[in-house]
């Protein structure tokens, strides 16, 4: 029996934030109750703190944040492609026709994240942390989910062809709507999943049976 998904909580912002324009940041800087809509470019900083922040067209260019923190927080088609966001922490986040391509979220922790409509092809989720996350109609094409650990990971309609699951298991996660023609891993990463009918015969090479036709 499939389990119940727990609802995925939605970024908690005032209605009324004031624009600001970022210029570079520093490490340990904080930023709270604002809208951004500037680029954000060539910068490094650490444990970068951001509480109910929506970006809004935000391109992220040459941009390293590792050990960031992300609060409610609204993307809003935003370009964060090859963005690097090691070891970063997220609650209440939701991605919306965002660009992600390449982008690396490795050994980050994600809380109640929403992606939506977004391009994130080849994006990177090695070690990730997944709780109570929703992929709706994305593009994860080549992404790598390699030793992730998830409670309540949705892939909903998106696109997964050729992704890395190995280590990464997909107990309660229902694949049945996804779009794909091959996924990369083991049989015992695949227990627990649903799919629909007509996927089973991608799979049944894992279990070491053969295909016999009259």
């Not at 709270?32 to 970006?55: G, L, P």
């Not at 994600?110 to 977004?118: A, G, N, P, S």
């Not at 109570?132 to 080549?142: A, E, P, Q, W």
């Not at 009918?197 to 049976?209: D, K, N, P, R, T």
Request: aromatic share 10%.
């Amino acid at each position: 029996m499939k389990k119940k998904n727990r609802l995925i909580q939605k970024p908690n912002l005032p209605e009324h934030l004031e624009p600001i324009k970022i210029d570079k940041l520093a490490d340990q800087s904080f930023y709270e109750k604002v809208t951004i809509n500037s680029v954000i470019s060539t910068v490094h900083a650490e444990r970068v703190r951001f509480d109910q922040i929506h970006f809004k067209d935000v391109i992220f260019s040459e941009v390293n944040l590792p050990f960031s923190q992300w609060l409610d927080v609204l993307f809003e088609n935003c370009d964060l492609s090859h963005v690097r966001l090691n070891d970063a922490r997220f609650n209440r986040v939701k991605f919306r026709g965002c660009k992600l391509a390449g982008t690396d979220f490795d050994q980050a922790v994600m809380d109640d994240v929403t992606w939506t409509d977004c391009q994130a092809p080849y994006v990177l989720c090695n070690l990730t942390e997944l709780r109570d996350v929703h992929f709706d109609n994305c593009l994860l094409k080549g992404a790598n989910f390699i030793d992730a650990s998830q409670r309540n990971l949705q892939f909903g309609t998106s696109d997964i062809h050729d992704i890395q699951l190995t280590g990464t298991s997909l107990k309660n996660v229902d694949l049945s709507r996804c779009q794909f023609t091959h996924l990369h891993l083991d049989e015992q990463d695949l227990r627990g999943a649903f799919i629909a009918s007509e996927q089973a015969a991608g799979f049944i090479q894992l279990f070491g049976v053969n295909v016999k036709d009259d």
